[in-house]
């Protein structure tokens, strides 16, 4: 059973920094990203990652998150820093088998595997 599990959410005070990540149970993931729902809002793409190492950024975190992955850890990561205010989300892991065009890769629909999500607070 495939399953991703995110943890390092909390509260920070804005300005401040936190890592995501993302344990996987399995290593065959063509393409990882990062989601974020506030609360009354859709579900939005933040960030993602290929099996090539190439990146995409919702224009809104550009140059403050950055997005990592460790296929020897079947690990997922994202760094945050220069948190705002509107950064305060649920934020969840998402994980696709099949290859996807990276113009997709911010699409909640591309992914078929979800984790729970870990909140992320700023204020």
């Known amino acids: 059973q495939v399953q991703l599990v995110e943890s390092g959410g909390g509260s920070v005070q804005p300005e401040g920094s936190l890592r995501l990540s993302c344990a996987a149970s399995v290593a065959s993931f063509y393409c990882m990203g990062w989601f974020r729902q506030a609360a009354g809002k859709e579900r939005e793409g933040v960030a993602a990652v290929d099996a090539d190492g190439t990146t995409r950024y919702a224009d809104s975190v550009k140059g403050r998150f950055t997005i990592s992955r460790d296929n020897a850890k079947n690990t997922l990561y994202l760094q945050m820093n220069s948190l705002k205010p509107e950064d305060t989300a649920m934020y969840y892991c998402?994980?696709?088998?099949?290859?996807?065009?990276?113009?997709?890769?911010?699409?909640?629909?591309?992914?078929?595997?979800w984790g729970q999500g870990t909140q992320v607070t700023v204020s």
């Open positions: 998402a994980a696709v088998e099949g290859q996807i065009w990276l113009a997709r890769a911010l699409v909640r629909g591309a992914y078929n595997y």
